[in-house]
């Protein structure tokens, strides 16, 4: 379980990294594509954020928006990848086993 939980970490880490840097150098491409992606969370934010704030132009609460959708879709990218990895060990796990006690 421990090993599962580092694994998902530092997945998640280089996902979110790598998606930040995205980000940066790729600004309008990045959002382009990821912007039907963030749509669900970008309307779960409009709901929880209160009316006042949300006026336009507000720039902080646009990034604090966009920076943690991608930790959000992340994290949930890097349990996919952690769960599907363990499900392909256990399910070749057993051939691998038996062509070795062959």
């Not at 997945?11 to 940066?24: E, F, G, P, R």
């Amino acid at each position: 379980m421990k090993q599962r939980l580092t694994q998902w970490a530092l997945v998640t880490s280089a996902l979110c990294l790598l998606s930040l840097i995205a980000l940066l150098l790729f600004d309008r491409a990045f959002l382009g594509v990821t912007e039907p992606m963030l749509n669900p969370w970008l309307g779960f934010c409009r709901a929880v954020t209160p009316e006042a704030w949300q006026t336009k132009g507000n720039i902080l609460l646009g990034l604090g928006w966009l920076f943690s959708g991608v930790v959000i879709y992340s994290m949930l990218i890097g349990a996919i990848f952690v769960v599907s990895a363990e499900g392909i060990k256990k399910l070749w796990g057993p051939e691998k086993e038996a062509v070795e006690n062959e």
